[in-house]
């Protein structure tokens, strides 16, 4: 029926993904969810930043609102959610907080997923035209804002504005399309099921060592309470000033558990002059964040237990994985591979929460991103390989001695004897030609020699007289001839 109802050009460029020529949706409309899509978030993520920004500036106490100043600075706001560096009058800001960025991740995702839907997209390849058109649109947008704030208090490089944002966005809309257009089940049909279960083991694990992270700074939080306290009083007194710390702390709290994550997994963190980790610690000033309470000042013995926990991650990689193949080898691959993610993943994170802090004290603030990833790695592979090795079943082992022979049941069986036919038999072609027994006794006779052909015949005629004179009423004559005809028999 398609190729009936519709060109071959169209069909064709249907099933290779044209979204122009999906016989569901039209050209027009297509055009329009597109673009839609493409503006949707830059109007929703700018309008957030500037709405929280006029927030912050009403609520501060002495600060003076403008509109156009809001509107102003909400640009380099949205470069700093995707997390382009920036300057702050000439000094440089790279340790941006991570939660907006979050938030923006989601808002792309969440959009890209609706576009496929309207649209009816199905096909992997038809995801690349929504990753396109977002991606394209977020760094456009990027590089706009750096050129228009160039001259301002606050701007950023015109390149890390144009890549960042544009790498973001297609990310997340790649991540949000992935299940609507068959991503996912594409990279199921081309990776190898071994990968696949290393995979997911792995991101169990990356989430295991980011719930180690929460841990080490919920506990951190909770035991600098009052110093918590006291800094929010110290430095955001009055409820508009609270409020600001309060947002502030909040969306640097994603980047506080990567930081608790490095303690717990051993490499730690630092900020500026000051070093903390689970095996030592160097002070020194800190910023008079609320976020940072819970930063030690001397070291503790106890804190080596807190090692405990990425260990933990790294056996529940190994648990998942102990039923996934009879052969302890084969799992201890997926193992592997699980702990080569969270390695990767590691390094993204660290990355992340990383960067300049103005050019004061408290600069740089840095993960090491290198001894992190190694760490990381060991911490899943080593509990995870054990795991996997003795908590998994056994294949079974050849051994070197020959089995023993199994006994075997002979049943009866009956066998049908069948009539044995001649070797040198040989059916005649016709049976005209077939001789009749009398024939062949005579010709077997005829080789038996004269002699016994002439003694046969004396033999018959004899009989034959005998026969004539017993109906003739006389008695036979002696077969010697020394009686005769009428003599008495004695």
């Known amino acids: ?49 500037a709405a929280l920004l006029a927030l912050i500036t009403a609520m501060a106490p002495g600060a003076h609102f403008s509109t156009t100043g809001v509107l102003l600075a909400a640009g380099p706001g949205w470069l700093a959610a995707h997390q382009v560096p920036v300057q702050l009058t000439g000094h440089p800001l790279g340790a941006l907080p991570l939660l907006p960025t979050i938030g923006l991740g989601l808002l792309v995702a969440w959009t890209a997923a609706g576009a496929a839907q309207r649209l009816g997209y199905r096909e992997p390849g038809q995801a690349l035209t929504l990753i396109g058109v977002l991606g394209g649109t977020h760094a456009l947008f990027g590089a706009v804002v750096s050129t228009l704030s160039r ?67 919920a506990l951190g939080s909770v035991l600098a309470a009052p110093t918590m306290h006291e800094l929010f009083q110290l430095n955001a007194p009055g409820i508009g000033s609270g409020a600001g710390m309060l947002l502030l702390c909040l969306g640097y709290l994603p980047n506080a558990v990567i930081a608790g994550l490095g303690f717990a997994a051993g490499p730690g963190f630092s900020i500026g002059p000051v070093t903390v980790s689970a095996f030592g610690l160097e002070g020194g000033p800190v910023p008079g964040l609320p976020v940072l309470a819970g930063l030690p000042e001397e070291h503790a013995r106890w804190w080596l237990a807190l090692l405990a926990l990425p260990a933990a991650a790294g056996a529940l990689v190994g648990w998942s994985l102990r039923r996934i193949d009879p052969d302890p080898a084969v799992r201890l691959r997926a193992v592997g591979v699980a702990g080569a993610l969270v390695g990767f993943g590691v390094v993204l994170l660290g990355t992340l929460a ?50 023993p022979e199994e006994e075997t049941v002979e049943l009866p069986v009956t066998l049908i004897e069948e009539p044995e036919e001649p070797e040198d038999a040989e059916e005649p072609e016709d049976a005209e030609d077939a001789e009749p ?39 036979p004559a002696a077969a010697d001839g020394s009686g005769k005809p009428g003599d008495p028999v004695d």
Request: proline fraction near 9%.
């Open 1 to 49: 029926m398609e190729l009936i109802t519709s060109p071959p050009e169209a069909a064709d460029a249907a099933r290779q993904g044209d979204p122009s020529t999906d016989p569901g949706v039209s050209r027009v409309t297509t055009l329009r969810i597109l673009l839609a899509t493409a503006v949707g978030p830059l109007v929703t993520g700018y309008t957030a930043v």
């Open 437 to 475: 027994p009398g024939e062949a006794g005579e010709a077997d006779g005829a080789e038996d020699g004269e002699d016994t052909e002439g003694e046969d015949t004396e033999e018959d005629g004899d009989m034959e007289a005998e026969a004539e004179q017993r109906q003739a009423g006389e008695e």
């Open 354 to 403: 990383s960067g300049r802090l103005g050019s004061g004290t408290f600069d740089p603030v840095s993960v090491p991103v290198a001894t992190l990833s190694v760490a990381a790695f060991c911490w899943i592979v080593i509990p995870g390989a054990a795991v996997a090795w003795f908590a998994g079943p056994r294949a079974p082992v050849p051994s070197a001695e020959p089995a």
């Open 151 to 217: 001259d301002a208090p606050v701007d950023a490089d015109p390149l890390p504005a144009f890549l960042i944002p544009g790498l973001v966005a297609a990310v997340a809309a790649g991540i949000g399309s992935a299940g609507r257009c068959g991503l996912l089940a594409a990279a199921r049909r081309y990776l190898d099921p071994l990968a696949l279960h290393g995979l997911r083991a792995g991101a169990l694990g990356m989430a295991g060592l980011l719930a180690a992270g929460a841990l080490v700074f």
